[in-house]
């Protein structure tokens, strides 16, 4: 029986420490939308979404008030659309972003994830024309994520999109440069994307995926720092025990919701991402669990090896928790939306390089980055290829969302408002990586054996 | 279906009687109750059956609001299976 501890407890949870769903993403495939006839294309998607997430918004919020837990998104994802779109022969895929913004509207969600291609070994003709409409893309809609994913383990890097890339977000930051370049901000590039990540920007629906699923995303670093706040001076194996404890009971919510939602909207249960995801407000913060470990800022020494610990025990504790776990599941470290990150970064504590090496044991990568300006394509493009590399090595996902905001410098500070959060710009190495760029061509896959 | 309602505030006279007065009207039945003073708060929890209510969720959370309102105390109701998913293996 349930006691009122345990009841105060969850209260607690929910009110004080930031306890929520952060989203419910119905994953839709269009792959049946494909139609030599791009305007009749458009007809299927946009029917098949409004049809299909109807009543996602009307039953997010039933399962709210039921419950009595928020769930702060309700969001759709769909197969990559250079994949539905290439059977037309148009030569430029706006038309399809505009329709997704439009079924995205009419369905009441805020985001739609899926404009997106994996070029990892290569491009095809479609994979060509999506990536060459990202930017005008972005810039014309407001609902729609896009995601390119460059490189994978098992091919190794994609140099040709990592140039591509970073040339796309560069004219995506000048074609938004009225509204401090966000529209860099609903571009995800990937190493090792997943097919289940309900998480945006980098949601998409993958091929391997069934026609329509509900994933659900977890949140809660408000809870697991309120755990830690009674463990002053204890060692890491307690530390690492009751962050396994929290982020237990986190998913368990993070289940039933999925179960619910899944059961009154008729669609297959998928997967719960177990990510811990950070907003701007005070007290949901990845960066202040870390400092509650001992560390005076996070970005100071130690920073990695407290972030290993924490990402390791929420999937400890989170797999036993559901019965099935995909997408990112572990901390994210986005920049602007964490705000003690964004303090870090303010006081010079945290560095673009330290962050770098954070992502080689987070759950996805550079994330919420804001970089100068004028920051080269080619520079761009490097990150993203360290970070791939980091991904393809270790056989992780790795992600690279960046906004090199356009008429900005360090010192600066760009505000996306919302979710997104407030970025302090930072400082980017000023040496050249422009004739490693321009080479192009693909690093090879790596080899599996003697791991040193 | 079962609902716990969680009753938070400042003690008072005729806080159970406010609450419970709520269930009467709306035909819910109360399966199990525990109240205490916790460092100085009224804290109360009521398992309560909701199967044979004559209103639904969102009505029923609702009038419990309106009357934590008049006894200027917090009033939740929650189904019960987020409780046990927690706290539950």
């Known amino acids: 029986m349930i006691n009122l501890q345990n009841i105060m407890e969850t209260i607690n949870m929910i009110e004080k420490e930031k306890l929520d769903i952060r989203t419910i993403t119905m994953g839709i495939s269009l792959l049946d939308c494909c139609d030599s006839d791009g305007a009749a294309a458009r007809r299927k998607i946009y029917d098949k979404i409004t049809q299909r997430a109807e009543k996602l918004v009307k039953v997010g919020q039933d399962i709210e008030t039921e419950f009595g837990i928020p769930i702060i998104n309700k969001r759709v994802s769909v197969t990559p659309i250079a994949m539905v779109a290439q059977a037309c022969s148009e030569q430029s895929y706006m038309a399809f972003a505009e329709t997704l913004d439009k079924a995205a509207d009419t369905v009441g969600i805020n985001f739609i994830g899926g404009f997106s291609a994996l070029v990892q070994k290569g491009c095809t003709k479609g994979d060509r024309i999506l990536l060459d409409s990202i930017p005008e893309a972005l810039a014309a809609t407001k609902n729609v994520c896009a995601s390119v994913n460059v490189a994978c383990t098992k091919s190794g890097i994609n140099m040709d999109a990592v140039r591509h890339m970073g040339e796309i977000i560069k004219k995506t930051a000048w074609l938004t440069r009225e509204k401090e370049s966000i529209g860099c901000a609903k571009l995800v590039v990937f190493a090792n994307a997943v097919e289940d990540n309900p998480f945006m920007a980098g949601a998409f629906h993958g091929a391997g995926e069934a026609e329509c699923v509900i994933n659900v995303g977890v949140s809660g670093p408000g809870v697991v720092k309120a755990a830690l706040e009674s463990l002053k001076g204890e060692s890491f194996d307690v530390v690492a025990e009751t962050i396994k404890r929290t982020a237990f009971k986190i998913t368990r919510v993070g289940q039933l919701i999925a179960h619910e939602a899944s059961a009154r909207l008729g669609v297959p249960f998928g997967i719960v991402d177990l990510s811990l995801a950070p907003t701007p407000a005070v007290g949901d913060s990845v960066a202040r669990i870390l400092e509650e470990m001992g560390l005076e800022v996070c970005g100071c020494h130690g920073t990695t090896a407290a972030l290993a610990l924490l990402n390791d025990a929420v999937k400890k504790g989170g797999v036993m928790a559901s019965c099935h776990v995909g997408g990112l599941s572990g901390a994210f470290i986005p920049v602007s939306e964490d705000e003690g990150m964004i303090e870090a970064v303010g006081c010079g504590a945290l560095s673009l390089d330290k962050l770098e090496a954070m992502t080689c044991v987070c759950s996805v990568g550079l994330d919420m980055v804001a970089v100068p300006g004028d920051t080269s394509s080619a520079t761009l493009s490097a990150i993203i290829a360290d970070e791939a590399a980091i991904g393809v090595i270790n056989n992780k996902t790795t992600g690279v969302r960046i906004i090199p905001v356009y008429g900005k410098t360090v010192g600066q500070q760009a505000e996306f408002g919302g979710l997104l959060g407030r970025a302090p710009i930072m400082p980017v190495n000023r040496y050249s990586s422009e004739a490693f760029i321009n080479r192009g061509g693909r690093i090879p896959a790596p080899i599996h054996s003697f791991k040193n | ?89």
Do not use: C, P, W
Request: hydrophobic share 45%; charged share 20%; glycine share 8%.
């Open chain 2, 1 to 89: 279906m079962r609902a716990f309602v969680t009753v938070i505030g400042g003690d008072k006279v005729g806080i159970i009687y406010g609450v419970t007065s709520v269930f009467k009207e709306t035909n819910v039945n109360v399966l199990d109750m525990n109240q205490t003073i916790m460092g100085g708060v009224f804290t109360m929890m009521v398992l309560v059956d909701l199967e044979k209510m004559n209103t639904d969720f969102q009505g029923l959370k609702s009038r419990l609001e309106e009357a934590g309102k008049q006894l200027a105390v917090s009033i939740r109701i929650q189904r019960e299976d987020i409780f046990n998913s927690m706290h539950q293996i």
